[in-house]
């Protein structure tokens, strides 16, 4: 847990750390600077929502999962203005199988070609296929 009033997480600060695998970042963070997590074991993350701007590959190289974000995703975007999932790779890269999670259920997917927003009905589904996956199938109540 990163304690005490962070604002700024600067450049290259956590690089390479290989036994750095979760993060708590603290409500008033306001910015993630450039390649701040590079190559780091994150496996995920929530973003709060203090989070106004992002460094480029801040977290490329992480065995990233699942990003949740707890503010728009308006908060992903770059200097020159591409649309959120072109950004989310500036930042994250590449991490096929890992999601991102925004609020009302906006959700981005990544595979080998990119970042793509899902529908609200496939995210959904897939999820309860996830969650089988791990909890068994539900069963009904009797």
Known sequence: ??????????????????VLSRVDLPEGLESIDWGAFTSCAIS????PESVVWFGKEA??????????FCSSPDVIRSSR???????LEDVFGRIPGCIAIFP????YQCDE???TRQRQGQWHERLRVWLEG??????PQE
């Open 1 to 18: 847990m990163l304690r005490g009033e962070i604002q700024e997480i600067g450049p290259l600060a956590f690089r390479c750390c290989t």
């Open 44 to 47: 995920e993350i929530t973003i």
């Open 59 to 68: 977290f490329i190289g992480c065995p990233l999962r699942t990003i949740t």
């Open 81 to 87: 203005g591409k649309r959120v999932a072109g950004s």
């Open 104 to 107: 009302q259920d906006i959700v």
């Open 113 to 115: 070609n990119g970042w």
């Open 134 to 139: 791990w909890f068994g199938a539900a069963r």
